[in-house]
């Protein structure tokens, strides 16, 4: 199975937290956290879509300005989640610069910010490039289920977590994972086509077993065109697995609240899934009661470094369904 996300960390393990997720054949990213990017290339930041900020403790805030500076002039739309208080703070690190120049640029790069609440509420507004980044469309939402984010392919889900401030853990979370048997084409007489992530996307969006599917190539005199029932080619030709879960949290206090809070979070949405963590514990005993909880049978991407990690003040990021070990640290200037 090609896996969807391709997660990897920004930084070394002493660097920023931030995480970054490619998506595979398509150019488009998501950030967990913005500490410092400027190990990110511009082309991959450019990717990004979606930005998920845990807090804004410097080391996972301090990235933005960066953000805005790669992004200025391109005709982009950022959208930024965090905890309470992040639209004000998002408009105040916009508001540190002059924008007297910005009102004729041909494009107009856009964040848009939203605020998540422990009540459910979502408070948004935009930023516009081209009215100098002044607040508007300031709206409020409702989150449901924790859910910030809610695609056809996949969903990203909040919680609340105490770092004597609240902070964000996230989960990214493939809806279904739909596999195509290339070598079962030739059998039923198909041939490969841009109808495959049609195909893809049909099912990912529930489309009924009846729906007569438009199956199209390009043949040696034009077009080749067969009507088939989606449930057949799902039949047939498609094998439909659990999908993805990636798991993003930090900073956090040891308590048995938060403790609950991260096993929930990260449990594997399906049973049979292996996947790997990667994170930095004070004590194998803490590090092995999230894997079990979360039911991550499998060890071997666990890493642990430094003795006090699970301490207030230090970082602690466990990334869970990655397929490469990694770690997170710290090298300062952040709590
Ligand atoms: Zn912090």
């Known amino acids: 199975m090609k896996p969807l996300f391709h997660p990897a960390l920004v930084n070394d393990p002493f660097g920023d937290p931030g995480l970054y997720i490619d998506f595979l054949f398509a150019r488009r990213a998501l950030l967990f956290d913005l500490g410092d990017l400027r190990q990110l290339p511009s082309r991959k930041l450019l990717r990004v879509s979606h930005i998920f900020v845990s807090h804004t403790h410097v080391d996972h805030f301090i990235g933005f300005d960066h953000l805005v500076r790669v992004c200025l002039g391109r005709d982009k739309k950022i959208h930024l989640y965090g905890p309470p208080g992040f639209v004000d703070q998002v408009w105040h690190r916009l508001a540190a610069y002059t924008w007297n120049l910005v009102q004729n640029y041909p494009t107009d790069f856009t964040v848009v910010a939203a605020e998540a609440h422990p009540d459910g509420k979502v408070m948004v507004a935009e930023f516009h490039c081209r009215k100098g980044f002044m607040p508007e469309q300031v709206r409020a939402e409702t989150l449901h289920d924790g859910v910030l984010l809610d695609e056809q392919a996949f969903r990203v889900r909040s919680a609340f977590l105490d770092h004597r401030i609240p902070c964000l853990a996230f989960a990214l979370e493939e809806k279904n994972h739909v596999n195509i048997m290339k070598n079962r084409l030739a059998e039923l007489g198909l041939a490969v086509g841009p109808w495959l992530t049609e195909l893809k996307e049909a099912v990912l969006r529930g489309e009924p077993d009846e729906f007569q599917f438009r199956a199209w190539w390009r043949g040696e005199s034009g077009v080749v065109e067969r009507r088939i029932p989606l449930g057949e080619l799902k039949r047939e030709i498609l094998r439909i697995v659990p999908g993805q879960k990636i798991a993003y949290v930090t900073d956090c206090a040891y308590t048995p609240d938060n403790a609950e809070r991260i096993?929930?979070?990260?449990?594997?949405?399906?049973?049979?899934?292996?996947?790997?963590?990667?994170?930095?514990?004070?004590?194998?005993?803490?590090?092995?009661?999230?894997?079990?909880?979360?039911?991550?049978?499998?060890?071997?991407?666990?890493?642990?470094?430094?003795?006090?990690?699970?301490?207030?003040?230090?970082?602690?990021?466990?990334?869970?369904?990655?397929?490469?070990?990694?770690?997170?640290?710290?090298?300062?200037?952040?709590?």
């Not at 990260?266 to 049979?272: F, L, V």
């Not at 803490?286 to 071997?300: A, H, K, T, Y």
């Open 263 to 335: 096993v929930a979070i990260s449990r594997r949405s399906i049973r049979g899934r292996r996947s790997r963590c990667a994170g930095s514990w004070r004590r194998p005993l803490q590090r092995g009661e999230f894997l079990r909880e979360s039911g991550e049978d499998d060890e071997s991407g666990v890493c642990r470094r430094g003795r006090d990690n699970f301490l207030p003040g230090h970082h602690h990021v466990l990334v869970s369904g990655m397929r490469r070990q990694t770690s997170a640290g710290r090298r300062g200037g952040g709590n």
